[in-house]
């Protein structure tokens, strides 16, 4: 079992950055596929970004490429998401998750969520 914990959300203005930090309990992390996944009011929940077990390969949805940037610290059980030149549609509630793959982009290959942190960008 895996519980994770994100942090690092608000509000910002377009062109503002933020990092999104997500925090994994046990001691297993190290063995999980990490993504970031968003929700907006409405929509459907969709990939972000993925990182794999080393942190070595990383995958971004075409909509983020450039801008985010995810990356994860094994030794603190911590996966990241810095997001710089945000823009009013990136406002959205963003969810890490861990599965038990090398890296995906896809929400079925995800095992465990954590509660969502909210972003909101003003223009």
């Known amino acids: 079992q895996v519980q994770l914990v994100e942090s690092g959300g608000g509000l910002v203005q377009a062109g503002d950055s933020l990092r999104l930090s997500c925090v994994a309990s046990?001691?297993?992390?190290?063995?999980?596929?990490m993504g970031w996944f968003r929700q907006a009011p409405g929509k459907e929940r969709e990939f972000v970004a993925g990182?794999?077990?080393?942190?070595?390969?990383?995958v971004y949805a075409d909509s983020v490429k450039g801008r985010f940037t995810i990356s994860r610290d094994n030794a603190k059980n911590t996966v990241y998401l810095q997001m710089n030149s945000l823009k009013p549609e990136d406002t959205a509630v963003h969810y890490c998750a861990a599965g038990a793959v090398q890296i995906s982009r896809l929400k079925r290959s995800y095992d465990y969520w954590g509660q969502g942190t909210q972003v909101t960008v003003s223009s």
């Open positions: 990182i794999s077990r080393s942190g070595s390969t990383t």
């Open positions: 046990g001691r297993t992390f190290s063995s999980y596929g």
